[in-house]
């Protein structure tokens, strides 16, 4: 399985682009600023989109990227996210007011189709087995674990302390592990007013863990990205910790 990261950072500015992330060409994980970054044929390659929820830095790339292929669309695109985030899309970015309403363009054959997913549901897509996982954050959100083979990762999502993600992991033992820590632990008050982690609440998160996968921390705030990442290795000197790097390809195998 081969994960491109095409953004992961908490803002813009500096060439910085939010979260967005290839799998394999074909699944695309959020579709922040990152998106922009593809070619037109990479664009056109993407079959399924999955949205963990609808914030703007993880959805914005969605509309603009489905009207630049519009016209040169062969199959429809699927996108899944929770109900509340398919009904999101529809109110309020695909109403004609904010963006044409692509899921019923053109008229013979629209070029999104969209699927409300909920936790706990397995979706196959592409030889993948993606699970539904719960999320901590002040809108509804999820993340996803995505299983090909014997090969596995996890993606948090946005969120803040999540009760049941150690449970998860120990379970499924993916071997990456990408985790949103968006904030220094100055900041812990606004961590946890808007659902993000500190690199102590990584800590805490992390405590039960029964096994070593290799972490990835992303959405940092620009900034503070070194020292976050310098608080999570002293905090956590024995895990494998880095920053997810914008243009970074994963492979697991
Ligand atoms: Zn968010
Ligand atoms: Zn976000």
Redesign the pocket.
């Known amino acids: 399985m081969k994960i491109e990261i095409l953004g992961c950072s908490?803002g813009i500015g500096q060439g910085l682009k939010?979260?967005t992330f290839l799998v394999d060409d074909t699944l695309l994980l959020d579709a922040g600023t990152g998106v922009e970054l593809l070619t037109m044929e990479r664009l056109l390659n993407i079959r399924d989109v999955v949205i963990t929820h609808g914030?703007l830095?993880?959805i914005i790339g969605l509309p603009l990227m489905i009207s630049t292929i519009f016209d040169q669309h062969q199959a429809p695109i699927n996108v899944y996210a929770l109900p509340e985030v398919i009904t999101a899309l529809k109110e309020h970015i695909f109403n004609w007011t904010i963006w044409p309403d692509f899921t019923t363009l053109p008229e013979e054959n629209p070029i999104i189709r969209l699927h409300s997913v909920n936790v706990g549901d397995i979706l196959n897509l592409q030889g993948k087995v993606i699970e539904v996982i719960p999320a901590t954050h002040p809108t509804p959100t999820a993340g996803y674990l995505i299983k090909e083979t014997a090969h596995s990762f996890l993606f948090t999502g946005?969120s803040g302390l999540n009760k049941t993600l150690a449970t998860l992991l120990n379970q499924h033992q993916p071997e990456l592990l990408i985790i949103d820590v968006s904030f220094a632990d100055e900041s812990t008050p606004l961590a946890e007013q808007s659902g993000h982690l500190t690199p102590a609440m990584l800590a805490q998160q992390l405590m039960s863990l029964e096994y070593t996968p290799r972490i990835a921390i992303t959405?940092l705030k620009p900034g503070v990205e070194d020292r976050i990442i310098q608080q999570c290795h002293r905090l956590l000197p024995n895990q494998q910790i880095d920053r997810l790097k914008q243009g970074e390809v994963i492979t697991l195998r």
Do not use: A, F, L, P
Request: aromatic share 0%; no cysteine; charged share 25%.
């Open positions: 908490g939010t979260t914030h830095d993880h946005d959405h």
